[in-house]
C-alpha cells in the first residue's frame, strides 16, 4: 500500500471514529461497569466477575481484559486469518491497553456516583455509542466477535442465539459473585445494551430519502446536482387528476441537506409532492462502498 493512500482521508477518517469509538468503551467501562460489579456479557463482563472473584491486587479486571483479548487475538488470527481484520485487531489491543492505563492513572476504590441507576445508564450510552461508531467503519473490540467468527466459521450453530445466551450466563453470574441488585442492573444493561447499540447505529446512519413529483424539474435538478452535490434518477409520471406530464426524481441526502432540499422545492414548484422517509442503509458513491 503506497503511503499517500494509507494516509487518504477516508482512512484518516475510520481510524479517528474507530479510536473515539475505543475511547467511550472504555470510559463506559472502566468509570461505570467494573467499579458497580454490572457484567452485560463479552470479556469485559467475564472480566468483571473474575476479578471480583479473585480479588487480588495482580489479577485486576483491566490485565483480565488484556489477557482474554490478547488469547482470542492469537485465536482468531490462527484460524479466522485474512478475514480477521487489522481493524479490530487495533480496536482490541488500543481497549485493552486503555483501560490498564486508566487503572494505574485513575484508580478506583469504590463506583464514582451513588447513583446505580445513573451509572447503569451512563455505561449503556457509552459502550452502545462507542461500539456503533466502531461497527459504523467495519471494526469491533474484539471479544466475543472473535467468538462469533469462529461459531460461523466452524460450526452451524445460531450465532446470535449462542452468543446471547453466554453474555445472559455471564449477566446471570453477578447474582453469585455481587449481590442481587448487582444482578438484576446487569440483566437489564445486557438486553438495553442491544436495543441502544442498534439504535444508535441507525441514528448515525439515517439519511432522507426523496421523492419528489414536480414540474420544475431542471430547477430541482440542478440544485441537487449543484448546491448538496448528490445525484438523482429522474422517471417521467402522469398526474392522475390532471393528466399532466411530471417529473419524478429520487435522491438521497443528509439530514440537514434533506432540510434545505425540501424547503428550495417548496419555493421553486409550490405544487410539488415530495414524500421523504428515512434509511439508514445506502450503498453507493457518495455513501457506503459496500
Not at 461497527?135 to 467468527?149: E, N, P, Q, Y
Not at 431542471?218 to 387528476?241: K, Q, V
Amino acid at each position: 500500500m503506497k503511503l499517500a493512500s494509507f494516509f487518504s482521508r477516508k482512512n484518516l477518517s475510520e481510524l479517528l471514529l474507530m479510536t473515539l469509538g475505543v475511547c467511550l468503551l472504555t470510559v463506559g467501562v472502566y468509570f461505570f461497569k467494573i467499579p458497580n460489579g454490572f457484567s452485560t456479557g463479552g470479556v469485559s463482563g467475564i472480566s468483571t466477575v473474575l476479578g471480583a472473584a479473585i480479588q487480588s491486587s495482580f489479577v485486576t479486571p483491566a490485565t483480565l481484559i488484556m489477557a482474554i483479548n490478547v488469547v482470542l487475538l492469537v485465536v482468531g488470527l490462527i484460524f479466522v486469518g485474512k478475514d480477521f481484520g487489522i481493524k479490530t485487531v487495533y480496536c482490541s489491543l488500543l481497549f485493552s491497553g486503555a483501560t490498564m492505563l486508566l487503572e494505574w492513572l485513575v484508580p478506583l476504590a469504590a463506583p464514582i456516583t451513588e447513583e446505580p441507576v445513573l451509572d447503569l445508564v451512563s455505561a449503556i450510552l457509552l459502550t452502545a455509542i462507542g461500539s456503533a461508531l466502531m461497527f459504523r467503519v467495519g471494526a469491533s473490540s474484539g471479544g466475543t466477535d472473535i467468538v462469533a467468527m469462529l461459531l460461523k466459521k466452524y460450526t452451524s450453530l445460531d450465532i446470535g442465539k449462542a452468543l446471547l445466551a453466554t453474555d445472559f450466563l455471564i449477566a446471570a453470574s453477578t447474582f453469585l459473585v455481587f449481590d442481587v441488585q448487582t444482578g438484576i442492573f446487569s440483566l437489564l444493561g445486557l438486553f438495553a445494551k442491544a436495543f441502544v447499540v442498534d439504535g444508535v447505529i441507525e441514528s448515525i446512519g439515517t439519511c432522507k430519502y426523496f421523492t419528489i413529483i414536480t414540474t420544475k424539474k431542471e430547477e430541482i435538478g440542478a440544485y441537487i446536482m449543484r448546491t448538496i452535490h448528490h445525484g438523482y434518477t429522474e422517471l417521467s409520471g402522469t398526474g392522475g387528476f390532471t393528466g399532466e406530464d411530471k417529473a419524478v426524481l429520487l435522491t438521497v441526502c443528509k439530514r440537514i441537506e434533506g432540510a434545505r432540499l425540501r424547503r428550495f422545492c417548496k419555493e421553486v414548484d409550490p405544487h410539488s409532492f415530495i414524500i421523504v422517509s428515512d434509511t439508514s442503509e445506502i450503498i453507493g458513491k457518495g455513501f457506503r462502498a459496500v
